[in-house]
């Protein structure tokens, strides 16, 4: 096809695609990102004759990543765009079959999380001449199905692209969503891998450089005016900081906010670090893996106000953590949806720019000085807590989980990078961690998803090179995706990693305590002569392991050899394992309970005294919900 007007130039559509991704570019408040900074790729029939020879292609233009598990490419690129709040993001190309469906929870972990990434899966032949292929899926009345329309729901944006000059606007739209704060997550351009290698004539300025501009939409008037009324008439008002904060880069706005008002924060899962730990006015974090200063407040607060936060269970303990009768909400989110949920007052803005709103009409309040004296003392209660949790006087000993937060909170930098994501690590880390910048803390509990940490720490490194990087990783998670230790190895990429060996999962084990399930199936034990899991330890070494993948392990049997560990860890310059056995019984400290429930449904009727339990104490806690309308 030729354009008479336009000058063109000839090559494939997936030649086409790498050149056109290579030049787009997002801005805000005058700096620039790369949008698409690299890709990551595992190549088999569906792309290696298509996007794998445009990357040999343009080796120049496209940064190539080699990863061993689809999954596992997905959630380095997360990890590479939280890190740099958005602005950037990384592609993902995959075969057809079982490749395409590895994304999906890759993606559904991103689109959870809002976190932009692209997934180029490969797809069966668009012309279909010969059917079915390897790998495909036949679906008895839908001719057009492939898996990756598996992908449909778990995406902000889905596109196949079928001809080679649908490409265009499918490309277009691709980058508008990755760009878009409020709009952002997965998006899948879904390639059969004929069009992938068929050639055709694009007009110049498809590979033209296109900056997309990051908007900072500023407040309504009357919503912003409803809001400072709301502020200016509690008396007990709570600021929830959630992702939201540090994807604005608000965390100095939010400070200077709370300066002037006294109001105290506390913190999600995703938001936490908007404050430094050790600001007065930072109260921890909130709802069920809270902070019991942050849920005494929550309890009592006449206005909450959320920043950026999706407000899921485990930050409302599922609907019984706001108890004042007389409670309302104030939403600020840069979208509607998430602004309106509690029935909120909405402010639809960019959190940035509505808290320095809010701050310019706020001069001359402050919260009473008795409830700043109230939250101050139950922070300094709460720090002592977490001096107790992490206090080792004897050296000698098998350190317990959190003594080994305790032992990494003293050895990190200010600028550090701790990322975890599941197992019974979220909670303490929630209710201890000291995060001291904006971006140390790092814990994807959106999707909590097994097996996040290691690439996450693999994509926080190649976006901050000069940062160390800490995957805090237990057991069962590490025996889902100890893969990507070789993607490390392979970049040269100095990742830290912290393997806990507890034998099981430990986390699912408590609540399956607690909920009458005995801890059924969650320990790695050998199966005793009665059919459960209750016989000696496996006999697994996960150090050996991660050594024969090629990282320098470090193991530490007591308190003295893990601070040492750690130490010689952090000064490593190529990827090293800290591994570390925990005390599973008896010795303190332990992390501290629940300040909130959170409602995971038991049994109604059983025959187990445990389920009987558990059943009696879930209906006093679900009758203290509350629907806030």
Known sequence: MSHSSQSTRRLTVAQALV????VQYTERDGVRHRLIAGTWGIFGHGNVAGIGQALLEYPDLMPYHQGRNEQAMVHAAVGHARHLDRLSAQAVTTSIGP?????????????????????????????????????QLEHPAE????????????????????RPEALIPSALNAMRVLADPAETGAVTLALPQDV???????PEEFFAERVWHVRRPAPDPAELAAAVRAVRAAGRPLIVAGGGVHHSRAEEALRALVEATGIPVASTQAGKGSLRYDHPADVGGIGHTGTAVADDLARTADLVVGIGTRYTDFTTASGTLFQHPGVRFLGVNITGFDAHKLSARTVVADARTALEALAGELTGYRVDPAYEAEYRAGKERWERVVAAAYRADDGNAVPTQTQVLGALDAVVGDEDVVINAAGSLPGDLHKLWRARSPRQYHLEYGYSCMGYEIPAGIGVQQAAPDTVVWSLVGDGTYLMMPTEI???????LPVKLVLIQNHGYASIGGLSESVGGERFGTAYRYRAADGTFTGAPLPVDLAANAASLGMDVLRAKTVRELRDALATARAAERPTCVYVETALDGPTPAAPPAEAWWDVPVAETASREAAVRAREDYERQVAARRRHL
């Open 19 to 22: 050149r056109f991704l290579s």
């Open 196 to 202: 992938q290698a068929e050639a055709f004539d694009w």
């Open 143 to 162: 001719a057009d199905v492939s898996v990756n329309d598996t992908l449909r729901p778990v995406c902000r944006y889905f596109d196949r692209v079928t």
């Open 99 to 135: 490749g395409a469906t590895n994304l999906v929870t890759g993606a559904a972990l991103a689109t959870v999380n809002r976190l932009p990434v692209l997934l180029l899966p490969g797809d069966t032949f668009a012309t279909r001449p010969a059917d079915p292929l390897l790998q």
């Open 486 to 492: 070789v993607t490390a190895v392979q970049e040269g």
